[in-house]
């Protein structure tokens, strides 16, 4: 470790971990309950289980790149962090808050929440993703506000590198972009719109930005590739992701209420955010490539290219497949979108945490990389989660092609609850999948706890 | 991945080479597949409504049309003249010629704008119809482009009174200048296809 206050990162990791655990367990009593749908109702019922799922989803990325910020930025701008303390006290306020919410989400009924905080003072709640309570949203701005002070001050008082710009502009625009959390219009349309504004350019926007950003960073240290090639990289997919990413929104407009010109806006410039994708993939593979050292740290490297490929198919090549408006048309809001959802957000967002945490905590734990046997346990994870995630996406993809044909082509279209029970044979596999992922996951902590002889620190 | 190497006129001419930096021309690939694109939806969708898209058409103004045509291949000439002049290394030149170049941005910016609110003021918007939709949507985006590229030019013309370009480097002013003929290029196959092919 460079630099000293680098290691406020390290519970940031360990709560990201702690809450992805939680997601994979939500998601498997999810899954279940598409098949056995009265599975530990009325404890749990469904909605909340899928509020939880993805609430957790979310709060882990966040505390991993809020982990990856602070252990990137000193190191970048070769400093001390601004204030330690601030950021130890944020990590702590951001968990209490994220855990209480959880709370509230399994013990109270959602209305009763709502009116329990104030929601009849702004209204806020009750929106896929953004479900959050009142409180909770105004405690995410305040964690967000003093992360990003705590980080531009550090930036300010040292050196200001491409790669540590990139990742603040990232940050940045993630915090400005959830305040529309806050927006909510009392006409439908407008408030599906501006909806979008958080949710759509957040992860097709300023969350690639971050993501470039923390790719760039450890293929620097891991690649021993020249910084201003990396960076010349960095620019150019940055500078792609906004191009089709910004319209890009457009394809989130389709059937919504909007003006028709948004079918032509939403499908030219989203058939073109696959190209920032593709870009990142060859660059972590053409990096690796002309690699100039043998970093110890195997694992990390495998979870860059992982990143790189699974971004690209997730984000890139399923989002592409029902992109287009003639398309949308017939796959709106079925299980072909789970199925992009899932393996973009494990290819792109989940991975690159997994990356950072893989290269940072070793160092965060005095040692430039684990033992061998932990680095092949670790490994071995890699390979369970990624395959397990591919089935899950191949299954969803089948139930969403199946559940298509049979609610909305066929000549007798069956009704949406029907159509469900005849693809349950889809939903059962992509269950016994999520199994596998969990394994994998059980795997990947073990790799923490296995010792070995270790890598010395630099 | 840049080629920086001192080069004289002379070499320029013999040896082949990328002019610029290889980013930019990544990046002005992706901006012309956008555009291609673009272009294709509306052939595909020009070929179902033929009638009406020829019917709205004649509304265009393709005076104004060809009046901007001609301003951006001015521009691109002078450009063009700003970086042969860095190859000389005669730095007035330079530095005037991008300048020149960026007036005769301003001058389509102003051109486009008196044809929109002329268009806008009777009361045409993307949701009129097709033909419309295209041609608003085609004209502003390359509209943004033009900014975009002014914005380029602007900053090479402060790098350039600094001294900046030279026979020694070149690589920014030719990085720019390809975006900017780039902007050039793609109004060349929009004014046709737009405002006049029928």
Known sequence: MQFKSQAVAKPYFIAAIGLFVGQILFGLILGLQYVLGDFLFPAIPFNVARMVHTNLLIVWLLFGFMGGAYFMIPEESETELFSPKLALAMFWIFLVAGALT????????YATLAAMTGNNLIETMGREFLEQPLPTKLGIVVVALAFLFNLTMTMLKGKKTAIAMVLMIGLWGLAVFFLFSFYNPVNVVLDKFFWWWTVHLWVEGVWELILGSFLA?????????????????????????????????????????????????????????????????VFAFNMVNRRRREHPNKAAVLWALGTGVMSFLGAGVWGFLHTLAPVNYYTHGTQITAAHGHMAFYGAYAMVNLMMISYAMPILRGRAANSNKSQVLEMWSFW???????????????????????????????????????????YWMR????????????VYITSFFVGGEEEKAK | ????????????????????????????????????????????????????????????????????TVLL?????????????????????????????????GGFLAVK???????????????????????ISLTFFHFMHVILGMVILAVLWFQSRKGVYGSHDANGLESGAAYWHM???????LFPLVYVMR
Not at chain 2, 83 to 97: C, F, L, M, P
């Open chain 1, 102 to 109: 959880i709370v509230g989400y399994l013990t109270v009924p």
């Open chain 1, 217 to 281: 960073f450890v293929l620097i240290k891991t690649t021993g590739v020249d910084r201003e090639v990396i960076e010349k990289w960095l620019y150019v997919i940055v500078t792609l992701t906004l191009i089709s990413g910004i319209i890009g929104t457009g394809h989130h407009y389709f059937w919504i209420g909007t003006p028709e010109y948004w079918q032509w806006w939403g499908s030219i410039f989203s058939a073109l955010e696959p190209i920032p994708f593709f870009g990142m993939t």
């Open chain 1, 384 to 426: 369970l989660m990624t395959i397990a995630m591919v089935f899950i996406t191949l299954f969803l993809t089948a139930a969403g092609i199946l559940q298509v044909w049979l609610q909305r082509v066929s000549d007798t279209p069956l009704p949406f609850m029907v159509a469900q029970e005849k693809i349950q044979l889809f």
């Open chain 1, 431 to 442: 269950e016994w999948a999520g199994v596998a992922f969990l394994i994998g996951l059980i």
């Open chain 2, 1 to 68: 991945m840049s080629e920086s190497s001192p080069i004289t006129n002379q070499a320029a001419a013999s040896t082949k080479r990328l002019p610029g930096d290889l980013a930019i021309w990544f990046f002005i690939m992706a901006e012309m597949v956008a555009f291609a694109v673009f272009f294709s939806a509306y052939a595909f969708t020009r070929a179902g409504h033929v009638e009406m898209f020829n019917l709205y058409q004649q509304t265009l103004d393709r005076n104004l049309g060809a009046l901007n």
């Open chain 2, 73 to 105: 291949i001015t521009g691109s000439w002078f450009i063009v003249l700003a970086v042969q002049a860095a190859h000389r290394d005669d730095q007035k030149a330079i530095s005037r010629n991008i300048l020149l170049g960026f007036l005769c941005g």
């Open chain 2, 113 to 135: 704008i008196i044809e929109y609110s002329a268009k806008f003021g009777a009361g045409i918007s993307m949701s009129t119809n097709t033909f419309y939709m295209f041609y």
């Open chain 2, 183 to 189: 902007v050039d290029l793609l109004w060349i196959v």
